[in-house]
């Protein structure tokens, strides 16, 4: 028999590759998908099969994190061996603008699935996507040990989640587990997280659809990496024989001011003639500077990255050149063929 998996946020940036990823390692994979007038699944439909074809192994169920009773119907229904739970309201800055929703679904609808999980089978094994934006304005590097200084609601909802995943560990000896990523990005991050909302700006801008693009805080510092390689640590983290939580991470740092410069540079395009600064994309309380130390994740998981910030920025950039008709520069291609010569998921 396949192993189940369940995947909350299934039609996200992480989603979306870790369905792919357990698809290509025989899994049958179910996700939890928001109902929509509109489609919502454009990331998973080059994965996506009629769930009538024999063939299927992919299967979709409406729901949401605030529906409790849901969820439970789900756990019950399909008894998945697996649960990464990815699902969240997941933008810092918005989360100022909801903070009540953003607590609703991204904090207790971690209580929702745990509790879910618990009354239908402890032995389910849990994965929780917690967030590098719980450290806040702690000191770097930081690792398991740093304490968390959360700067926004978001950052605030993901460390309720980390105690809550942690506590159902302790208290039911659940394997119930945190991942704790730094930002990861590719080209199907989401248009407006500030990698992204560069990369396909600047392929606007050459396309002439676009003058200029509006950013706000040049100046924080992020350790970036890239998604695929990520979610492989997800599963990986599942595969332990011990439930433990775990800082994931390329450990270095580069503002947005250098993701900027670089992305522009590898187009041959002026920074200054085209880029414009947005105070309202401006956060109440900034986060200044975050960088990993994944040294647990290297000796434990074998974490060892294969794509660096700069690599990043060219895959990213030859992607949103392509998505709108351009001819991408290609250094970026090339670097991925060499990374991964056999990829387990499809091209953007």
Not at 18 to 36: C, P, T
Not at 118 to 129: D, E, G, M, T
Not at 213 to 222: E, F, K, P, Q, S
Not at 230 to 253: P, R, S
Request: hydrophobic residues 35%.
């Amino acid at each position: 028999m396949a192993k189940k998996a369940f995947i909350t946020g299934i039609t996200g940036q992480d989603g979306s590759y870790l369905a792919e990823l357990l698809l290509s390692k025989g899994y049958e994979v179910h996700g939890l998908i928001r109902r929509s007038s509109t489609f919502n699944t454009s990331r998973i439909d080059q994965i996506y099969i009629d769930p009538h074809d024999p063939h299927a192994r992919m299967f979709l169920h409406y729901g949401d994190l605030s529906d409790s009773e849901q969820i439970a119907n789900i756990m019950y229904n399909f008894q998945p061996d697996e649960v990464y739970h990815l699902g969240a309201q997941s933008h810092v800055r918005v989360s100022f603008e909801t903070p009540e929703y953003t607590g609703n679904v991204t904090a207790l609808g971690t209580t929702r699935l745990l509790e879910a999980v618990r009354r239908c089978n402890s032995k389910i094994k849990f994965y929780q996507a917690s967030s590098s934006e719980m450290f806040g304005s702690a000191s770097p590097p930081q690792n398991e040990d740093t304490l968390f200084q959360p700067r926004s609601p978001y950052a605030c909802a993901k460390l309720y989640s980390y105690w809550m995943t942690r506590n159902y560990r302790e208290g039911y000896k659940m394997f119930a587990a945190n991942g704790i990523l730094f930002n990861h990005e590719s080209p199907r991050r989401g248009e407006t997280f500030v990698t992204r909302k560069i990369t396909r700006g600047i392929a606007r801008i050459l396309a002439k659809k676009e003058q200029s693009l509006y950013l706000g805080n040049l100046d924080a510092r992020r350790d970036w990496g890239f998604a695929p390689e990520y979610v492989e640590c997800m599963w990986q983290v599942l595969q332990q024989k011990e439930a433990d939580d775990y800082v994931i991470g390329i450990g270095e740092t580069h503002s947005v001011k250098e993701f900027l410069d670089a992305a522009f540079s590898y187009v041959g395009l002026d920074v200054d003639e085209h880029v414009k600064i947005d105070p309202k994309y401006f956060r109440p309380t900034e986060v200044e500077v975050l960088i990993s130390n994944p040294e647990k994740a290297r000796k434990q998981l074998g974490w060892k990255p294969r794509i660096r910030f700069d690599d990043l920025v060219k895959i990213m950039m030859d992607a949103d050149m392509r998505a709108i008709g351009l001819a991408p520069v290609g250094e970026g291609d090339k670097i991925l063929q060499k990374a991964f010569p056999k990829k387990w998921w499809k091209q953007d």
